[in-house]
T-cell receptor, first 113, second 112 residues
Framework: DVKVTQSSRYLVKRTGEKVFLECVQD?????MFWYRQDPGLGLRLIYFSYDVKMKEKGDIPEGYSVSREKKERFSLILESASTNQTSMYLC????????????FGEGSRLTVL | KNQVEQSPQSLIILEGKNCTLQCNYTVSPFSNLRWYKQDTGRGPVSLTI?????NTKSNGRYTATLDADTKQSSLHITASQLSDSASYICVVSLNAGNMLTFGGGTRLMVKP
C-alpha cells in the first residue's frame, strides 16, 4: 500500500520560531510537492521537486524554503513563522514527468500564535 | 488565466439520495482531470482520473464525466452514504509537466 507520511499531524508554534515539516514517501516517486490549504482558497502550491537536491518555486513560496537531500524525503521549512502561516500543509508525491496520480499525506495542521 | 470552478460550494443531501457535483475549467492545453475526495482533517484521495479522450469513468458509486468541448466535468454519487460526507476537489492538469490547477472544492454533507 502506497504511503506518504507527514511527521506531525498538529503543531502549535510561536511567531518567529523555525518550523520543520517533514514528508516521507515509500513509492520511489521522483516528484514531491508541498501545498497549503486554506478555507475558500483551495490548495496552493508552495514548492515542488522533481529530483534529489532539486527544487522549484510554486505559486506562494514567500516565507518558505524546502530541502530534498534524499529521494524519499521532502522537508518544508518556515524560517520565522508568522501568524498568516497558520494553515493545513499537505505533502504529495507522484511519478513521471507528466503528473500521474498524486498521493497525499494526511496533512499537518500548523497554528502560529 | 487557468482556472477551475466548482459548484455548488456546499451541498446537503439525505442518505440514499443521488447528487451531482460540477467542475468547469479554462485550463489549456488540457491533459487530464481528476476528482479527489478529502475527509475532514485528512489528505485528499484520488477517485478518478480522465484524459482528454475519455468521457466517463466509474469508481464504485462514483461516476465522473468529462466534456472536453465545453470544458465541463461532473461527479455523480449514487445512493449516497454517510461516509460520502467530505470535500470533493476537481484538479486539472496542463498538457506539460506537473502543473496542476485545483478547484475550490464542494463540501458535501450526507444526513441520515
Amino acid at each position: 500500500d502506497v504511503k506518504v507520511t507527514q511527521s506531525s499531524r498538529y503543531l502549535v508554534k510561536r511567531t518567529g520560531e523555525k518550523v520543520f515539516l517533514e514528508c516521507v514517501q515509500d513509492m520511489d516517486h521522483e516528484n514531491m510537492f508541498w501545498y497549503r490549504q486554506d478555507p475558500g482558497l483551495g490548495l496552493r502550491l508552495i514548492y515542488f521537486s522533481y529530483d534529489v537536491k532539486m527544487k522549484e518555486k510554486g505559486d506562494i513560496p514567500e516565507g518558505y524554503s524546502v530541502s530534498r537531500e534524499k529521494k524519499e524525503r521532502f522537508s518544508l521549512i518556515l524560517e520565522s513563522a508568522s501568524t498568516n502561516q497558520t494553515s493545513m500543509y499537505l505533502c504529495a508525491s507522484s511519478s513521471g514527468r507528466n503528473t500521474g496520480e498524486l498521493f497525499f499525506g494526511e496533512g499537518s495542521r500548523l497554528t502560529v500564535l | 488565466k487557468n482556472q477551475v470552478e466548482q459548484s455548488p460550494q456546499s451541498l446537503i443531501i439525505l442518505e440514499g439520495k443521488n447528487c451531482t457535483l460540477q467542475c468547469n475549467y479554462t485550463v489549456s492545453p488540457f491533459s487530464n482531470l481528476r476528482w479527489y475526495k478529502q475527509d475532514t482533517g485528512r489528505g485528499p484521495v484520488s477517485l478518478t482520473i480522465m484524459t482528454f479522450s475519455e468521457n466517463t469513468k466509474s469508481n464504485g458509486r462514483y461516476t465522473a464525466t468529462l466534456d472536453a468541448d465545453t470544458k465541463q466535468s461532473s461527479l455523480h454519487i449514487t445512493a449516497s452514504q454517510l461516509s460520502d460526507s467530505a470535500s470533493y476537489i476537481c484538479v486539472v492538469s496542463l498538457n506539460a509537466g506537473n502543473m496542476l490547477t485545483f478547484g475550490g472544492g464542494t463540501r458535501l454533507m450526507v444526513k441520515p
